[in-house]
Every structure is written in C-alpha cells, then in structure tokens.
C-alpha cells in the first residue's frame, strides 16, 4: 500500500511527498486522533461515507468500489523527492533491503483495453433528478446541492500507478494523488484543497465553477471571461463559501473567520475553475482533527443547508461515492496538516476488477439541467481520453 502526494498546491517542501507500507494504523476516530497526536508523518483518506457516522444519515446506494470508510497510517518508509535527491526515511528498524524486498513483491499488471464506459443512470433521469432537487429548493429546502453520477468499467486489468503517471503529464493539478490500499485504488488529478492546517490558521479553498479550455485563445478568453462574471455560478461559489464559514467557525478564534479571497478563477489544462478562500485562527485546545472533521463531508462537495442537501442527494444520487468526492491528507511532525477533495479521477477494486469514475456539479435555481449535465462531461471527459 502506499500514498504519492504531487502537484504544486501541497504544503510540504518536496516536488513530490510519499509513502509506503504501514508501521502504524488507526481505524476508528480515537485511535486516529492518537496517531495524529504523536508527532508523525500520517498519510490518511476520509470517505464521503463518513457522514454517516458524523450525522444522522444512511446510505442505501450500491457500493461499486469499498473504500473503507476511513484510513489512517504512519508510512513505513516515507519518501521525500527534492529537485534530484531523493530521501528514504524509515520510523522503524526496517533497512532498504526490506524496501527493496516490498518493491520487487509488487506483481505486474497485464492491461485491458478499456471501452466505452457504462453509465449509471440515462440522460434521462439525470434532468429528472435535477429537477426534482430544484423542486426542493423553489419550496425551500435546500438552495445548492451537488449533484453526482458514476460511469463505471467492468472486467477490468489496468496499472493503476502507469496510470497515474501519465496522467499526470497531461494534467499537473495542483492536489493530485495516487493512492493503493490493499486492492482499492485512487488515481486523483485534484485540483481543489479541502483544508490546510498550518500553525494555528486554517484554510480552506472551496471551488464552484468550471468552464472548459479551448485551442481557440480567443474562445478560451471568452470561456474564462464568461466564467468569471457568471451570476449563477457567483451564486452557487458564495452559498458554499458562506457554509464553509459555518463549518470553519465551529472551533475558530472568535472573530477570526474571513474570506480574503472570492471568485477568483484559476486555470488548468483542460478546465478554468472558479475558488475562494476561506480562513480561520483555530482555537488553542482544538486538535486539527477535530476541526477536519467538523467541516467533513466537503462542502463543495455537499450543499446548502449542508445535512438536508445529504440528505436528498442520498434520495436522488444512485450510488455511493465511497472516496470519490472525500479526501487524502496528510499530518506532519510539527503540526501541519494538508488534505485535498478527490475530484477529477477514477477508482478500482483490484479484486471485482470494477474501474468507476463520478463527475458532479452544483445545481442551484438558476441551473439549466441540460447545461448541468453537459458540464459534468466537461471535467470527465479528460478523464475518458487518458484511459483510452
């Protein structure tokens, strides 16, 4: 098992953070809050799934992949990559020949041509669910939800971390991943933080918006423009912006939440994306996880109000998300903390050989469902052309 953290957004001082094996694990919250006080490098995933134990929710949805609901582990060699040198720490008396040993254990992979992907639900009833979920919000249950749908490949052999690596080179997004945990898989080319811990602020940097790019510099000028000056999707980023604050003020400094950032709009190899930043000074007898946990699931990822919009997601979406839509992080030494929302990506189970990749996006009263659905193969289209 192991975990490769890359891109330019992390907050660690490496061109590429990793690890692998486990000296230490924690599956349960108690023990993960030990594990992260203990001044180590801990690699760990949360599952949207989670919820269920954070709040009063269920899920009944099939389950296409079976992520654990939650992971944390202390690496037994961590893997520290800066400029050309490359470091190999170990917490325990394991020697690089064990490494070496673990490496050489790694199996090959035979790989499938992949078609056509298999898709959950027809267009059709995806215009069906949104609309049924602005029915909600014109009587006022919910005003933003983030709606998601899975496309899925069966019989499947595939090198994940080959993957990963080409991947990669056409999308260098800022949060990406490449995660293995026994047979489950996560290839991730995120582009969007969840939270970053660092002395006692916390951060967090929600994304609602996406245009697509154009060989067209003109065209894309305009997409760019256009996205930027988007009423609906001004409102859809400041709903989420306003629940993150929510989220984020649980265990802050009185006082100390602010956004110093809003609409901004970044631009990625295949998408432009619109953020903001949301910040906080973290009270002086909260441990990060807590605070981590308090805002999970994602906000961005979720809706307004944020347990109601859960809630009927659960009603209208047809599968679990399992990881998709969670995150990776992880905790330093000192005390800092860094964890991505797993977006733009695919998951495996290595043993059902199922390969399923989800795309959602926010669905407001302004949305046009047709508009919605066609932006959901915007951020998973690059996605189908890496696997083909």
């Not at 490098?41 to 099939?62: A, G, I, M, R």
């Not at 893997?79 to 190999?88: H, M, R």
């Not at 056509?116 to 069906?128: A, F």
């Not at 970044?266 to 441990?287: F, G, N």
Request: hydrophobic share 35%; net charge negative.
């Amino acid at each position: 098992m192991g975990i490769c953290f890359n891109g330019k957004g992390w907050n660690h001082d490496f061109d590429l953070l990793a690890g692998t094996g486990t000296h230490s694990t924690a599956h349960t919250f108690d023990d993960a809050l030990a594990l992260t006080a203990a001044n180590k490098w801990v690699f760990c995933h949360l599952s949207y799934d989670l919820k269920n134990q954070l709040e009063k929710l269920t899920s009944d949805n099939p389950d296409s992949i079976g992520f654990p609901e939650l992971f944390f582990f202390e690496p037994k060699f961590l893997f520290q990559l800066k400029d050309d040198q490359l470091s190999v720490l170990t917490p325990g008396e394991a020697g690089v020949d064990v490494l070496i040993q673990e490496i050489e254990s790694i199996p090959e992979k035979g790989i499938t041509k992949i078609g056509v992907p298999n898709h959950r639900i027809s267009h059709e009833r995806y215009l069906s669910d949104v609309t049924q979920l602005q029915n909600h919000m014109q009587l006022g249950n919910i005003y933003q939800a983030n709606y998601c749908h899975e496309f899925y490949w069966d019989d499947v052999s595939i090198s994940t971390s080959s993957l990963y690596s080409e991947g990669f080179k056409a999308m260098p997004n800022p949060f990406s991943v490449f995660y293995k945990l026994n047979e489950h898989h996560c290839v991730s080319f995120s582009p969007e933080r969840f939270l970053q811990i660092k002395d006692d602020e916390i951060i967090s940097q929600p994304m609602k918006g996406t245009a697509p790019r154009s060989d067209d510099p003109n065209k894309d000028l305009q997409n760019l423009e256009e996205l930027k000056n988007s009423e609906k999707d001004r409102r859809e980023n400041v709903m989420i912006v306003d629940l993150v604050r929510n989220d984020l003020s649980h265990y802050a400094k009185k006082g100390s939440v602010d956004v110093p950032e809003l609409y901004q709009v970044e631009t990625y190899p295949k998408v432009h994306q619109m953020y903001s930043t949301v910040r906080a000074k973290l009270r002086d007898d909260i441990h990060p996880l807590h605070a981590i946990l308090k805002a999970f699931p994602i906000g961005s990822m979720t809706g307004a109000p944020k347990i109601k919009a859960m809630e009927l997601l659960e009603k209208y979406e047809h599968s679990k998300r399992g990881l998709f839509s969670g995150t990776i992080g992880y905790f330093t030494p000192d005390g800092k903390a860094d964890f991505n929302v797993i977006i733009r990506g695919l998951l495996y189970n290595d043993s059902t050989k199922r390969l399923s990749c989800h795309a959602g996006g926010g669905i407001t009263a302004l949305s046009d469902p047709e508009a919605e659905y066609e932006e959901t193969f915007i951020k998973a289209r690059p996605i189908f052309d890496l696997i083909k």
